[in-house]
């Protein structure tokens, strides 16, 4: 028996569309994760096509097959849009999903290295793991509880909250209070003050350690005194 969809467009109109960010954890970021998060923001760039996704390239049939009357999911259903989706997850191994991407080598590394900045600002949360389940596994990134439930607890808040990392600029380098009084918008457009929603934590941002054109190199993110000079055999260049 040939089955198909009674419905029509305007029966979309009865769902709510997405407003905000959508948020996608997902319990180890290694090969699998790696390759789903490099591929979506690989899409977002232009770098690449959503080959084989349902939501981006999926169709639904409406009416009869005669009909022709098959619009795109993503155009009939009002879901999240890429550009919405938010990546964060947990691992036993605390590497970001650039090095663990390296590590995989499912993907091509010029593809990699196109995403690298991106892919190395998602860094995993600890883990929950046990051996006695996985006897030839084992990381240090892992939580710490005397019961399961006080894992499951830590996981729950895992869940609950969002990191939020804010850096100032100019003058207010040197009063980051300032960010005490930062707001954030609902999504009915009232501000909430950043201190009622969560935690304000103060502290010095790790400076990145690697190498370009085979030279080290310390990225820092600050003001720069031209007045000061570098010791001797070093440099100091001005980025983005």
Same mark, same amino acid.
């Given at each position: 028996m040939d089955q198909y969809c009674e419905s029509s467009e305007s029966s979309a109109n009865g769902i709510a569309p997405a407003v905000g960010k959508l948020g996608v954890m997902m319990p180890g970021m290694g090969a699998v994760a790696t390759t789903f998060v490099a591929g979506v923001e690989a899409v977002r760039r232009g770098l690449a096509q959503p080959i084989g996704? *349902?939501?981006? !390239?999926? /169709?639904? =049939? &409406?009416?009869?097959r005669t009909e022709g009357r098959s619009p795109k999911i993503k155009d009939f259903v009002p879901l999240a849009g $890429? #550009?919405? $989706? *938010?990546?964060?997850?947990?691992d036993i191994f605390p590497d970001d999903m650039y090095a663990a991407a390296c590590k995989a080598g499912v993907l091509d590394r010029e593809l990699v290295e196109a995403i690298k900045p991106f892919l190395q600002s998602i860094t995993p949360r600890p883990a929950v793991f046990d051996r006695r389940y996985v006897r @030839? +596994?084992?990381?240090?990134?892992?939580?710490?509880g005397k019961t399961k !439930? #006080? +894992?499951a607890v830590q996981v729950r808040e895992d869940i609950? /909250?969002? #990191? *939020? *990392?804010? =850096?100032?600029?100019?003058?207010? @380098? +040197? #009063?980051? /209070?300032? $960010?005490l009084n930062m707001t954030l918008s609902s999504s009915d457009g009232r501000l909430i003050p950043l201190s009622q929603i969560g935690n304000v934590i103060f502290q010095e941002e790790d400076a990145i350690l690697k190498r370009r054109d085979r030279v080290p190199t310390i990225t820092v993110e600050s003001d720069m005194d031209e007045s000061l000079q570098p010791p001797?055999? @070093? @440099? &100091?260049?001005?980025g983005p």
């Open positions: 996704s *349902v939501t981006q !390239m999926g /169709t639904i =049939r &409406l009416g009869k $890429l #550009d919405d $989706l *938010v990546f964060t997850g947990w @030839r +596994l084992d990381g240090p990134h892992v939580k710490a !439930m #006080d +894992l609950r /909250t969002v #990191d *939020v *990392v804010a =850096r100032t600029s100019g003058p207010n @380098r +040197l #009063d980051p /209070t300032k $960010l001797p055999n @070093r @440099r &100091l260049e001005a």
